[in-house]
């Protein structure tokens, strides 16, 4: 089973930036795909970035050149910076993982695809 605990959200102005963490732990896989999603109030859960073992970070548009996804994986750790924020970018953000090789750019489009899910951290980013 694996286990995924979010951290690092807060509330920041329009401009700023964040990062938050997802510390992984439990029985990893060799190979999976990691990615964070967001979900504000009264919306859907949407995609934000992915990515795989091996690297090739995948990014929605609306986040694209403003966010970096990463890994740490002497800490088990996976990392999301978010600069130049927007009020639109307020949401819950939540870590997840699937423990296989299959890292599709269009599973962000599908988080039932995601069988592991962190409890979520908030980020507010006010106008």
């Known amino acids: 089973q694996v286990q995924l605990v979010e951290s690092g959200g807060g509330s920041v102005q329009a401009g700023g930036s964040l990062r938050i963490s997802c510390s992984i732990s439990?029985?990893?896989?060799?190979?999976?795909?990691m990615a964070w999603f967001r979900q504000a109030p009264g919306k859907a859960r949407e995609g934000v970035a992915s990515?795989?073992?091996?690297?090739?970070?995948v990014y929605k548009d609306s986040v694209k050149g403003r966010f970096t996804i990463s890994e740490d994986k002497a800490k088990n750790t996976l990392n999301l910076q978010m600069d130049r924020l927007k009020p639109d970018d307020t949401a819950v953000y939540y870590c997840?993982?699937?423990?296989?090789?299959?890292?599709?750019?269009?599973?962000?489009?599908?988080?039932?695809?995601?069988?592991?899910w962190g409890q979520g951290t908030q980020v507010t980013v006010s106008s």
């Open positions: 997840a993982a699937k423990t296989d090789a299959l890292c599709l750019n269009w599973y962000l489009d599908e988080p039932a695809k995601f069988p592991h």
């Open positions: 990515l795989e073992n091996i690297g090739n970070p």
């Open positions: 439990g029985n990893t896989a060799k190979y999976y795909c």
